[in-house]
């Protein structure tokens, strides 16, 4: 099955750096990669996503950027503010076009604090 | 449209009972996924059910089942609880294809 290594565990910036959190999976066969932020007691929300068929996907201060070759994927944050403190999860996907179903893998997530 | 809910939100139980969980996905959505969220493994998937039908099972014993109802609304079964399945239970909806999004959670604690 896939594997989904993600670095690092924890990551500490001053407000106003930029933050880069990095993953690598193992199935190259994974055509999806969405990242999710978990603030402490909440569920985990969709941030940013990106489909094998981009390289590279921006929303404002955030980015992600896929290499299919090397088999990992990066999320960047800048200028970034106390309220992106969370905890940031990657994740891998397989989508099967027989079945419609897909099965997601999840990266062990980075604790972000971002320091006035 | 409503988000994904999911009750009870806290649940605590006592070894080798049994406990049901249920998650109600986002309206139009077919596809529920469950997952388990502790501290040190992070997220790990249960089983992902699509149109009443199990698609994918993830590497957890035969005492985690689930199952679909034809509304989409989706239920947890976790059989002979053990200390060890004290976690935050989490499900996801998705119409299937790439997006999901995730329940509030469901908190289980055994003792």
């Known amino acids: 099955g896939e594997n989904v290594e993600q670095h690092p565990s924890t990551l500490s910036v001053q407000e106003g750096d930029s933050a880069v959190i990095k993953c690598t999976y193992s199935?190259?066969?994974?055509?999806?990669f969405p990242w999710y932020k978990q603030e402490l007691g909440k569920r985990p929300q969709l941030i940013i996503d990106?489909?094998?068929?981009?390289g590279e996907k921006k929303d404002q201060r955030i980015a992600v950027t896929l290499n299919k070759t090397a088999k990992h994927f990066s999320l960047h944050i800048t200028e970034t503010q106390p309220e992106d403190s969370a905890v940031y999860f990657c994740?891998?996907?397989?989508?099967?076009?027989?079945?419609?179903?897909?099965?997601?893998?999840f990266g062990t997530g980075t604790s972000l604090t971002v320091i006035p | 449209k409503a988000g994904v809910t999911q009750t009870p939100r806290y649940l605590i139980k006592t070894r080798g009972q049994q406990v049901t969980l249920s998650c109600s996905p986002i309206s139009g959505h077919r596809s529920v996924s469950w997952y388990q969220q502790t501290p040190g493994q992070g997220l790990q998937f249960l089983f992902e059910y699509f149109s009443e039908t199990q698609r994918n099972k993830g590497n957890f014993p035969g005492r985690f089942s689930g199952r679909q109802f034809s509304n989409s609304r989706s239920e947890m079964n976790v059989s002979t609880l053990e200390l060890g399945d004290s976690a935050l239970y989490l499900c996801a909806s998705g119409e299937g294809r790439y997006e999901q999004y995730f329940g509030p959670g469901t908190r289980l604690t055994v003792t």
């Open positions: 994740a891998a996907s397989r989508l099967n076009p027989s079945n419609t179903g897909n099965q997601f893998y």
């Open positions: 990106i489909r094998s068929n981009v």
């Open positions: 199935d190259s066969a994974s055509n999806y």
